[in-house]
């Protein structure tokens, strides 16, 4: 079993940032494929970025390429997701959600599969 806590959401002006944290409990940290999606109101929920815990290989939605990082610190089992030049089309709730790296071949795309789904943390830009 996988917990997920999210954390970091607040509100921002457009070309400001925020930084997401993910802590996940369990002993498999290492082997997951953990990513962030977000759904704004009366839209699908969006894969935004995912990264595998065991090395580090990143993805990212085009729609976030350039400005949204994600990264890990292995000793906080903790993923972060670093928001740059948020837009007001950011706006959404936002999940960190996880599952077993080796049910994707060990390769992490955003995938609503996930078996591990966090409460979610707010984030609204405005204009």
């Known amino acids: 079993q996988v917990q997920l806590v999210e954390s970091g959401g607040g509100s921002v002006q457009a070309g400001g940032s925020l930084r997401l944290s993910c802590a996940a409990s369990g002993s498999a940290y290492a082997n997951m494929c953990l990513g962030w999606f977000r759904q704004a109101p009366g839209k699908e929920r969006e894969g935004v970025a995912a990264i595998y815990t065991g090395g580090g290989s990143t993805y990212y939605a085009d729609s976030v390429k350039g400005r949204f990082t994600i990264s890990q610190d292995n000793a906080k089992n903790t993923v972060y997701m670093q928001m740059n030049s948020l837009k007001p089309e950011d706006t959404a709730m936002y999940y960190c959600?996880?599952?077993?790296?080796?049910?994707?071949?060990?390769?992490?795309?955003?995938?609503?599969?996930?078996?591990?789904w966090g409460q979610g943390t707010q984030v609204t830009v405005s204009s």
């Open positions: 959600a996880a599952d077993w790296a080796e049910t994707y071949g060990y390769v992490c795309h955003v995938s609503n599969d996930y078996n591990y």
